[in-house]
């Protein structure tokens, strides 16, 4: 979806990784303004689920920038939910992202837990 005043887009995604080292597929959508500074800032959210069928759900926001050929840059945080006794240290924990797209969609991720 894409609509103007401000110019927003809607983006869906898929991944996989790990979570705790638990691997985990997720998905979910992100919504990202431009700013009149050239800035972006994006919120969503989404759900992981590890191979064990554990679910992960997240919301979480981010400000970034736009690069050459498309490529986009984030940097914000995540907040996590799951019923999971194994992963239950996420309901308490902030999650700090660096979240980089590349002119072709390839994304990469990186989460640290924020104590």
């Known amino acids: 979806m894409l609509s103007s005043d401000p110019l927003t887009l809607e983006v869906s995604f898929e991944d996989a990784g ?5 691997a985990t597929n997720g998905m979910g959508p992100y919504t990202s303004e431009a700013r ?3 800035s972006i800032y994006g919120e969503g959210q989404g ?3 590890t191979a064990d069928g554990e ?3 997240w919301k979480g926001s981010g400000a ?3 690069l050459a050929g498309g490529a986009v840059s984030y940097r914000g945080i995540l907040y996590y939910r799951t019923p999971s006794q194994k992963l239950a240290r996420l309901n308490n924990a902030c999650g700090v992202f660096e979240y ?3 002119a ?5 991720t990186k989460v640290w837990e924020w104590k």
């Open 18 to 22: 790990t979570m705790l080292g638990v």
């Open 36 to 38: 009149p500074d050239g």
């Open 47 to 49: 759900a992981m689920i």
């Open 55 to 57: 679910p992960i759900t």
């Open 64 to 66: 970034g920038k736009l």
């Open 100 to 102: 980089e797209v590349d």
């Open 104 to 108: 072709a969609g390839n994304t990469i």
